[in-house]
């Protein structure tokens, strides 16, 4: 059952006077609790602080190159078929990137972060496992 306000008007606290509920409480403790002896590392009250405000630099992820390696069996139609449908390079792109393997030894497919190339060499060195071709995909960080 709700209390009326007369009856929490001369209710008493544990050990202390009747006390209004709607007065102002006893500021005392207060104004004890903020000396300013009490305060940490000597701050008092006319002591100024600065705020500060931290600005985090967000770091550009690492670029990986990811290269296609020579080798004397592909057949230069399937370099160019996974050049496109792994690397959606043009017909023109993937024969000079083909060609640029077969004369070089080693040729760039693309720059992209780790996550991304990962997954391209995966999807590389799967197509020429389920092809049956010894096609050697790798990426390395620039």
């Given at each position: 059952?709700?209390?009326?306000?007369r009856?929490?008007?001369?209710?008493?606290?544990?050990?202390g006077?009747?006390?209004?509920?709607?007065?102002?409480?006893?500021?005392?403790?207060l104004?004890?609790m903020?000396?300013d002896d009490?305060?940490?590392?000597?701050?008092?009250?006319?002591?100024?602080g600065?705020?500060?405000?931290?600005?985090t630099?967000?770091k550009?992820?690492s670029?990986?190159?990811?290269l296609?390696?020579?080798?004397?069996?592909?057949?230069?139609?399937?370099v160019?078929?996974?050049?496109r449908?792994v690397f959606?390079?043009?017909?023109?792109?993937?024969?000079?990137?083909m060609?640029?393997?077969?004369?070089?030894?080693?040729?760039e497919?693309?720059?992209?972060?780790?996550?991304v190339?990962?997954t391209?060499v995966?999807?590389?060195?799967?197509?020429?496992?389920?092809?049956?071709?010894?096609?050697?995909?790798v990426?390395?960080k620039?």
């Amino acid at each position: 059952m709700p209390l009326s306000a007369r009856t929490r008007s001369t209710m008493t606290a544990p050990g202390g006077p009747a006390r209004n509920s709607l007065a102002q409480p006893d500021r005392t403790w207060l104004a004890h609790m903020m000396a300013d002896d009490d305060k940490p590392n000597g701050v008092g009250k006319d002591d100024v602080g600065v705020a500060t405000k931290v600005r985090t630099k967000t770091k550009r992820p690492s670029l990986y190159r990811v290269l296609l390696l020579n080798d004397d069996y592909t057949p230069m139609e399937f370099v160019v078929v996974v050049l496109r449908e792994v690397f959606f390079k043009s017909r023109d792109e993937a024969m000079r990137i083909m060609l640029h393997v077969h004369n070089q030894g080693v040729g760039e497919c693309g720059v992209y972060p780790f996550e991304v190339a990962e997954t391209k060499v995966g999807r590389v060195m799967d197509a020429a496992r389920k092809n049956q071709h010894p096609l050697q995909c790798v990426m390395e960080k620039k």
